[in-house]
């Protein structure tokens, strides 16, 4: 199950639940939303997900790869993994954050 809503406080998304094969499709369609918004900074909150695979961190980091020059995604308190994995098969990529 994954719930993604709008943040009421900045640009961004909150994400509940679990990011994998089963629920790829409604994330890759609010990563597409998200990006269309006209802001520097774009925050998703993952707090509140149990799990994200590879799939799911792959499809974070193509989506920042694409973002127009100066524009980034900040990630708050994301899954150990995420971090990680960014790290290990993307890293020094700028254009994602990943807050505490």
Do not use: C, Y
Not at 32 to 55: N, P
């Amino acid at each position: 199950m994954l719930q993604i809503d709008p943040l009421a406080d900045n640009a961004g998304l909150g994400v509940i639940g679990e990011i994998s094969v089963n629920t790829r499709t409604v994330w890759q369609q609010a990563l597409k939303q998200l990006v269309e918004r006209r802001t520097d900074v774009l925050h998703v909150d993952l707090s509140r997900v149990r799990f994200v695979d590879v799939a799911g961190v792959t499809d974070l980091a193509v989506t920042a790869e694409r973002l127009p020059e100066g524009q980034r995604i900040v990630l708050h308190r994301p899954p150990a993994q995420v971090p990680r994995i960014l790290e290990l098969f993307w890293p020094g990529l700028a254009a994602i954050e990943v807050a505490a």
